[in-house]
C-alpha cells in the first residue's frame, strides 16, 4: 500500500507543480511586479488548487473504477465492505477521512496493522475496504 501510496503522491505532485507554475505564470503577466498580497494570495492559492486536485483524483478514480493509478500498479482496489464498488460517495468520504488521518499525523492509518481487512480510518469512515486485484497478466501484487 504504501508504493501505491508513493506513485499516487508523484502523480500529485507532478500535476500540482504544473498548476503552481500557471498559477505564478498567470500572476506575472496580471501584474508585473506582485507585492506581498499578491503572493499570500498565490500561495493560498497554491494550496487550495492542491487540495483540489487531490480530492478530486482520488474521488473520480476510486469512485469510477475503485482504483488510483497508484493502486492500479500495485494491484489493489477499494471496494465496498460488501464487495460491490464503492462509488463516488464513498470514495469522498474516504479521502476525508485520509484528511482526518493527516490531522492525527498518521495515527489513522494504525487500524490497517491489526485488522483482517487491512481497514484504516479512511476505509472506516467510509465503509471501503481494500482487496487485491489480479493484475492485467494475472498475476498478484506482492
Known amino acids: 500500500m504504501a508504493a501505491a501510496a508513493a506513485a499516487d503522491a508523484l502523480v500529485?505532485?507532478?500535476?500540482?507543480?504544473?498548476?503552481?507554475?500557471?498559477?505564478?505564470?498567470?500572476l506575472l503577466l496580471v501584474r508585473r511586479h506582485p507585492d506581498v498580497l499578491d503572493v499570500v494570495i498565490l500561495t493560498a492559492g497554491v494550496l487550495l488548487v492542491g487540495i483540489a486536485l487531490h480530492v478530486v483524483y482520488h474521488t473520480v478514480l476510486v469512485?469510477?473504477?475503485?482504483?488510483?493509478?497508484?493502486?492500479?500498479l500495485m494491484g489493489v482496489a477499494v471496494v465496498r465492505r460488501d464487495g460491490a464498488p464503492a462509488g463516488y460517495g464513498r470514495a469522498?468520504?474516504?479521502c476525508v477521512g485520509g484528511g482526518l488521518c493527516l490531522l492525527t499525523l498518521g495515527l489513522g492509518r494504525l487500524p490497517a496493522l491489526f485488522t483482517?481487512?487491512?481497514r484504516g480510518l479512511p476505509d472506516l469512515v467510509a465503509g471501503t475496504r481494500p482487496i487485491s486485484h489480479p493484475l492485467p497478466s494475472g498475476k498478484r501484487a506482492g
Do not use: H, S
Open 92 to 94: 469522498l468520504l474516504r
Open 63 to 72: 469512485g469510477g473504477c475503485g482504483q488510483t493509478l497508484g493502486k492500479m
Open 116 to 118: 483482517r481487512e487491512r
Open 12 to 26: 500529485g505532485v507532478v500535476a500540482w507543480t504544473l498548476a503552481a507554475m500557471w498559477l505564478m505564470i498567470a
